[in-house]
T-cell receptor, first 113, second 114 residues
Protein backbone atom coordinates (compact mmCIF):
# COMPACT_ATOMS: atom_id res chain seq x y z
CA UNK A 1 0.00 0.00 0.00
CA UNK A 2 1.32 3.45 -0.92
CA UNK A 3 1.96 5.38 2.28
CA UNK A 4 3.79 8.45 3.49
CA UNK A 5 4.82 8.68 7.13
CA UNK A 6 6.22 11.75 8.83
CA UNK A 7 8.03 12.28 12.09
CA UNK A 8 7.85 13.77 14.55
CA UNK A 9 4.14 14.56 14.73
CA UNK A 10 4.94 17.82 16.49
CA UNK A 11 8.03 19.80 17.36
CA UNK A 12 8.77 22.86 19.49
CA UNK A 13 11.96 24.84 18.98
CA UNK A 14 13.32 28.23 19.94
CA UNK A 15 13.68 31.01 17.43
CA UNK A 16 17.04 30.93 15.68
CA UNK A 17 17.55 27.19 16.10
CA UNK A 18 17.73 24.66 13.26
CA UNK A 19 15.47 21.63 12.92
CA UNK A 20 14.97 18.63 10.66
CA UNK A 21 11.70 16.97 9.75
CA UNK A 22 11.56 13.41 8.44
CA UNK A 23 9.50 11.68 5.78
CA UNK A 24 9.48 7.96 4.89
CA UNK A 25 7.47 6.62 2.00
CA UNK A 26 6.53 3.29 0.49
CA UNK A 27 5.16 4.71 -2.77
CA UNK A 28 6.11 2.82 -5.91
CA UNK A 29 6.89 3.50 -8.68
CA UNK A 30 8.15 6.84 -7.47
CA UNK A 31 7.75 10.03 -9.52
CA UNK A 32 8.47 12.96 -7.24
CA UNK A 33 8.39 14.12 -3.64
CA UNK A 34 7.08 17.49 -2.48
CA UNK A 35 7.17 19.44 0.72
CA UNK A 36 4.35 21.84 1.51
CA UNK A 37 3.99 24.40 4.30
CA UNK A 38 0.52 24.98 5.72
CA UNK A 39 -0.08 27.92 8.01
CA UNK A 40 -3.01 27.65 10.42
CA UNK A 41 -6.25 28.40 8.59
CA UNK A 42 -4.59 28.56 5.18
CA UNK A 43 -4.07 26.20 2.27
CA UNK A 44 -0.75 24.36 1.74
CA UNK A 45 1.97 26.20 -0.16
CA UNK A 46 4.62 24.36 -2.16
CA UNK A 47 8.21 24.59 -0.84
CA UNK A 48 10.09 22.10 -3.02
CA UNK A 49 9.55 19.35 -5.58
CA UNK A 50 12.24 16.70 -6.13
CA UNK A 51 12.46 13.96 -8.71
CA UNK A 52 14.28 10.65 -8.47
CA UNK A 53 17.57 12.13 -9.68
CA UNK A 54 17.67 15.06 -7.25
CA UNK A 55 19.35 14.61 -3.87
CA UNK A 56 18.86 18.06 -2.46
CA UNK A 57 16.89 21.20 -3.18
CA UNK A 58 16.80 24.52 -1.38
CA UNK A 59 14.23 27.27 -1.06
CA UNK A 60 15.68 30.02 1.09
CA UNK A 61 16.17 28.67 4.61
CA UNK A 62 14.44 25.41 3.68
CA UNK A 63 16.56 22.53 2.33
CA UNK A 64 15.01 19.24 1.32
CA UNK A 65 16.98 16.04 0.78
CA UNK A 66 15.92 12.85 -0.91
CA UNK A 67 17.37 9.35 -0.71
CA UNK A 68 15.41 7.34 -3.27
CA UNK A 69 17.21 4.12 -2.31
CA UNK A 70 16.04 4.19 1.30
CA UNK A 71 12.83 6.06 0.40
CA UNK A 72 13.50 8.81 2.88
CA UNK A 73 13.36 12.58 2.71
CA UNK A 74 14.11 15.30 5.18
CA UNK A 75 13.30 19.00 5.40
CA UNK A 76 15.91 21.08 7.19
CA UNK A 77 15.00 24.55 8.42
CA UNK A 78 17.90 26.84 9.20
CA UNK A 79 17.81 29.73 11.67
CA UNK A 80 14.12 29.30 12.40
CA UNK A 81 11.79 32.29 12.59
CA UNK A 82 8.44 32.72 14.29
CA UNK A 83 6.81 32.67 10.86
CA UNK A 84 8.05 29.12 10.37
CA UNK A 85 5.37 27.96 12.83
CA UNK A 86 3.16 25.80 10.61
CA UNK A 87 2.45 22.26 9.55
CA UNK A 88 4.87 20.76 7.06
CA UNK A 89 3.44 18.12 4.77
CA UNK A 90 5.39 15.56 2.76
CA UNK A 91 3.67 14.48 -0.46
CA UNK A 92 4.65 11.77 -2.95
CA UNK A 93 3.37 10.98 -6.41
CA UNK A 94 3.71 7.85 -8.52
CA UNK A 95 4.64 7.61 -12.18
CA UNK A 96 1.32 5.96 -12.94
CA UNK A 97 -0.80 8.78 -11.51
CA UNK A 98 1.34 11.85 -11.13
CA UNK A 99 -1.57 14.09 -10.16
CA UNK A 100 -3.01 11.75 -7.54
CA UNK A 101 -0.81 12.75 -4.65
CA UNK A 102 -0.23 10.72 -1.50
CA UNK A 103 -0.09 12.97 1.54
CA UNK A 104 1.59 12.49 4.87
CA UNK A 105 -0.22 13.67 7.97
CA UNK A 106 2.28 16.45 8.56
CA UNK A 107 4.61 17.68 11.29
CA UNK A 108 3.32 20.55 13.40
CA UNK A 109 6.22 22.94 14.11
CA UNK A 110 6.00 25.65 16.72
CA UNK A 111 8.75 28.25 17.01
CA UNK A 112 8.87 30.22 20.26
CA UNK A 113 10.79 33.45 20.93
CA UNK B 1 1.09 34.42 -8.63
CA UNK B 2 -1.51 31.70 -8.99
CA UNK B 3 -4.65 32.44 -7.10
CA UNK B 4 -7.17 29.79 -6.13
CA UNK B 5 -10.22 31.29 -4.49
CA UNK B 6 -12.79 29.37 -2.51
CA UNK B 7 -16.08 31.16 -2.12
CA UNK B 8 -16.55 30.68 1.62
CA UNK B 9 -14.06 30.37 4.49
CA UNK B 10 -16.69 29.09 6.92
CA UNK B 11 -20.04 27.43 6.23
CA UNK B 12 -22.66 25.92 8.52
CA UNK B 13 -25.39 23.72 7.05
CA UNK B 14 -27.98 21.28 8.30
CA UNK B 15 -28.16 17.53 7.78
CA UNK B 16 -29.90 16.67 4.53
CA UNK B 17 -29.22 20.00 2.84
CA UNK B 18 -27.64 20.18 -0.61
CA UNK B 19 -24.38 22.09 -0.26
CA UNK B 20 -22.33 23.79 -2.95
CA UNK B 21 -18.65 24.66 -2.51
CA UNK B 22 -17.19 26.85 -5.23
CA UNK B 23 -13.60 27.20 -6.40
CA UNK B 24 -12.14 29.53 -9.01
CA UNK B 25 -8.56 29.69 -10.30
CA UNK B 26 -7.04 32.49 -12.38
CA UNK B 27 -4.10 30.76 -14.08
CA UNK B 28 -5.85 28.92 -16.91
CA UNK B 29 -4.94 25.59 -15.31
CA UNK B 30 -6.36 22.45 -16.84
CA UNK B 31 -6.35 20.37 -13.66
CA UNK B 32 -8.49 21.04 -10.62
CA UNK B 33 -8.94 19.01 -7.44
CA UNK B 34 -11.11 18.79 -4.35
CA UNK B 35 -9.69 17.42 -1.10
CA UNK B 36 -10.89 17.13 2.45
CA UNK B 37 -8.57 17.49 5.42
CA UNK B 38 -9.34 15.98 8.80
CA UNK B 39 -7.22 15.98 11.99
CA UNK B 40 -4.76 13.09 12.07
CA UNK B 41 -5.39 12.22 8.43
CA UNK B 42 -3.57 13.43 5.37
CA UNK B 43 -5.41 15.28 2.65
CA UNK B 44 -7.75 12.90 0.85
CA UNK B 45 -8.77 13.34 -2.76
CA UNK B 46 -12.51 13.50 -3.40
CA UNK B 47 -12.72 14.31 -7.13
CA UNK B 48 -10.54 15.85 -9.79
CA UNK B 49 -10.94 17.16 -13.30
CA UNK B 50 -8.52 17.35 -16.22
CA UNK B 51 -10.70 19.46 -18.46
CA UNK B 52 -14.04 21.18 -18.80
CA UNK B 53 -16.94 18.76 -18.27
CA UNK B 54 -14.49 16.03 -17.28
CA UNK B 55 -14.43 14.49 -13.81
CA UNK B 56 -12.67 11.58 -12.19
CA UNK B 57 -13.32 9.97 -8.83
CA UNK B 58 -10.67 10.26 -6.21
CA UNK B 59 -10.24 8.10 -3.15
CA UNK B 60 -13.39 9.13 -1.24
CA UNK B 61 -16.10 10.23 -3.74
CA UNK B 62 -19.09 8.76 -1.90
CA UNK B 63 -21.67 11.38 -0.99
CA UNK B 64 -20.10 14.00 -3.29
CA UNK B 65 -20.41 15.12 -6.88
CA UNK B 66 -18.64 17.82 -8.90
CA UNK B 67 -19.29 20.15 -11.77
CA UNK B 68 -16.86 21.80 -14.17
CA UNK B 69 -18.75 23.87 -16.73
CA UNK B 70 -15.97 26.42 -17.20
CA UNK B 71 -12.22 25.92 -17.13
CA UNK B 72 -11.64 28.27 -14.23
CA UNK B 73 -14.41 26.98 -11.96
CA UNK B 74 -14.78 23.64 -10.15
CA UNK B 75 -17.70 23.05 -7.83
CA UNK B 76 -18.07 20.40 -5.14
CA UNK B 77 -21.60 19.32 -4.29
CA UNK B 78 -22.74 17.49 -1.20
CA UNK B 79 -25.97 15.92 -2.40
CA UNK B 80 -27.45 15.39 1.08
CA UNK B 81 -25.13 16.64 3.77
CA UNK B 82 -24.37 14.41 6.72
CA UNK B 83 -22.51 15.09 9.96
CA UNK B 84 -19.55 12.96 8.88
CA UNK B 85 -18.94 15.44 6.08
CA UNK B 86 -17.97 18.11 8.61
CA UNK B 87 -14.43 18.90 7.54
CA UNK B 88 -12.01 21.36 5.95
CA UNK B 89 -12.38 21.29 2.16
CA UNK B 90 -9.46 22.37 0.00
CA UNK B 91 -9.50 23.11 -3.71
CA UNK B 92 -6.32 22.99 -5.82
CA UNK B 93 -5.25 23.52 -9.42
CA UNK B 94 -2.23 22.66 -11.55
CA UNK B 95 -1.09 22.96 -15.14
CA UNK B 96 -1.36 20.12 -17.64
CA UNK B 97 1.32 17.87 -19.01
CA UNK B 98 4.15 18.52 -16.60
CA UNK B 99 4.29 16.02 -13.79
CA UNK B 100 6.46 18.16 -11.55
CA UNK B 101 4.20 21.16 -11.40
CA UNK B 102 3.01 21.97 -7.89
CA UNK B 103 -0.64 21.98 -7.03
CA UNK B 104 -1.77 25.42 -5.90
CA UNK B 105 -4.28 25.40 -3.06
CA UNK B 106 -7.02 27.72 -1.95
CA UNK B 107 -7.35 28.65 1.71
CA UNK B 108 -10.09 26.14 2.34
CA UNK B 109 -13.72 26.09 3.40
CA UNK B 110 -14.39 24.90 6.93
CA UNK B 111 -17.77 23.19 6.66
CA UNK B 112 -19.86 22.23 9.67
CA UNK B 113 -22.92 20.03 9.26
CA UNK B 114 -25.33 20.20 12.19
Amino acid sequence: KNQVEQSPQSLIILEGKNCTLQCNYTVSPFSNLRWYKQDTGRGPVSLTIMTFSENTKSNGRYTATLDADTKQSSLHITASQLSDSASYICVVSTIRETDKLIFGTGTRLQVFP
Amino acid sequence: DVKVTQSSRYLVKRTGEKVFLECVQDMDHENMFWYRQDPGLGLRLIYFSYDVKMKEKGDIPEGYSVSREKKERFSLILESASTNQTSMYLCASSGQGVSNQPQHFGDGTRLSIL
